[in-house]
């Protein structure tokens, strides 16, 4: 593209050339607009923000955003709320990256929370039985079409594949601490990546949907360094200590007035952990968190962990959110001394602060620093290999899943430093079985998109409920 084009591109979106110049109001407009559509699950919710920032409106260029993509991905947390605000603190400065992250969250939270009242007060009635009793069968297609997804683009060869293949081995058989698999594949990758490796060399998982590339000379922010984005070691720590301030303020505070055994307490301090230790995306949070609340808190079943994956699988926003769900049943079922759906409500709002806030923190303490490093090889590698390994704990959780939802009975295998789960095979779910399989076939034969198919397994499930 010339450079007369370039300008002509830019002009068409409202920005001029010179300087990137665009008006905070119409950020705040596509962020609105960014996190309405955000359906699909973090590579859905990335290839939005890649078609109307880099491609439609040319804000940014595939390099930065690719390179703000593969630093969020090394994060703990959720990598496309972390873009947002990543991309939002490049084009606005703090305040961009505030609003970019609050808008992105905000329309999940609120569905959610609407959901999980209905869930609570109508969870009997035939009608809602039925519909979360679809959602669940369906959602085991979506998570296997996430690690096909992912590992169609991660695992290019033989040592991709095996890490993944020991990772699937470390967390489902041996119960490997999930953060130290990360740790783990970080490490190998980086350590290859500065070797040289070639089997270490790849990008992103979750690719672009573009055909063109849009050069970073060609958008409105251009391919220099803004000034607010170099490293500005006072701007740093002054932000850096209000965000930690937001976030362990709160758990400081419960656990001196309610103590460490009050639910809200234990919220606190649970999602505070998922915060720091939960690398490699929102499936891989998922498994974490659903075997710890499930198994180790018992704040609710796996079944129910499924019923509020539906949820967030169907509304927008991060697929995380459905950490909010967890938050609410554990304090609608624990608290005391409160209401049981005031205490419900207050749970998922902690639960969404507390998950949160750090993901504001790792970007604004990193991201200065890290725009210096665009093309970093031994960086580029260590993702490559955290996706691989991802790839393996993904599957972990659809075996998971898919145990607790298509038998009804469930043993313990003792084997080597813990014990998995496996099905008792005469304990088939069999409307499940039909309608996971049928999932299944529409999403990798026929190729339907998502929402299509919860929304007909929703119906086909409360068909059953009503009949039966």
């Keep these: 593209m010339s450079g007369q084009d370039s300008a002509s591109a830019i002009a068409d979106n409202g920005i001029e050339a010179k300087g990137h110049g665009i008006p905070f109001s119409d950020a705040v407009k596509v962020w609105a607009r960014i996190a309405a559509l955000s359906f699909g699950g973090p590579a859905g919710q990335i290839a939005v923000m890649h078609r109307i920032l880099v491609e439609e409106k040319r804000w940014i260029g595939e390099e930065r955003f690719l390179h703000a993509l593969n630093y969020c991905m090394l994060l703990p947390g959720p990598e496309a709320q972390q873009l947002a605000v990543y991309i939002g603190w490049l084009l606005h400065k703090t305040k961009g990256g505030l609003v970019a992250g609050a808008l992105f969250v905000l329309p999940g939270f609120l569905a959610i929370l609407a959901f999980s009242y209905v869930y609570v007060l109508l969870g009997q009635v035939p009608v809602v039985e039925g519909l979360f009793f679809g959602l669940k069968s369906a959602v085991l297609a979506v998570v296997l079409q996430a690690v096909v997804r992912v590992g169609s683009r991660a695992l290019k060869n033989n040592v991709m594949r095996g890490l993944a293949g020991l990772a699937f081995i470390a967390i489902f058989v041996l119960d490997v601490p999930f953060p130290l698999i990360v740790l783990f594949a970080g490490l190998v990758g980086f350590f290859g990546g500065r070797a040289g490796l070639a089997a270490f060399r790849g990008g992103s998982g979750h690719g672009s949907a573009g055909a ?124 005391t001394g409160l209401p049981p759906l005031v205490a419900a409500t207050l749970g998922a709002i902690l639960t969404t602060w507390i998950t949160f806030v750090p993901c504001f923190l790792w970007i604004f303490a990193g991201a200065p620093f890290v725009e210096r490093l665009r093309g970093n090889r031994a960086l580029s590698a260590a993702l490559s290999a955290i996706t691989a390994a991802v790839v393996g704990v993904i599957l972990n959780l659809a075996i998971w899943f898919a145990i607790h939802t298509l038998f009804a009975k469930v043993r313990q295998l003792p084997f080597a430093a813990g014990d998995f789960d496996l099905p008792v095979l005469t304990s088939v779910d069999w409307p499940a079985m039909a309608l996971a399989a049928g999932a299944l076939l529409a999403t990798f034969w026929f190729k339907a998109r998502m929402l299509p198919v919860l929304g007909v397994c929703s119906v086909l499930g409360v068909v059953y409920k009503l009949i039966n």
């Design 212 to 335: 063109e590339i849009i050069h970073d000379r060609d958008t409105a922010l251009g391919e220099g360094l803004p000034d607010h984005a170099r490293p500005n070691l006072s701007w740093s720590l002054r932000i850096c200590g209000v965000l930690l301030m937001l976030w362990l303020g709160p758990v400081a505070a419960l656990l001196f007035a309610l103590g460490p055994d009050d639910v809200f307490s234990r919220i606190a301090t649970f999602f505070s952990q998922m915060a720091v230790v939960t690398f490699g995306g929102a499936y891989a949070v998922l498994a974490y968190v659903a075997q710890e609340a499930a198994e180790t808190y018992g704040w609710l079943q796996p079944g129910e962990m499924l019923d509020g994956l539906g949820m967030a699988e169907t509304t927008p926003g991060p697929l995380i959110m459905v950490v909010q769900f967890v938050g609410f049943l554990a304090a609608f079922r624990e608290a």
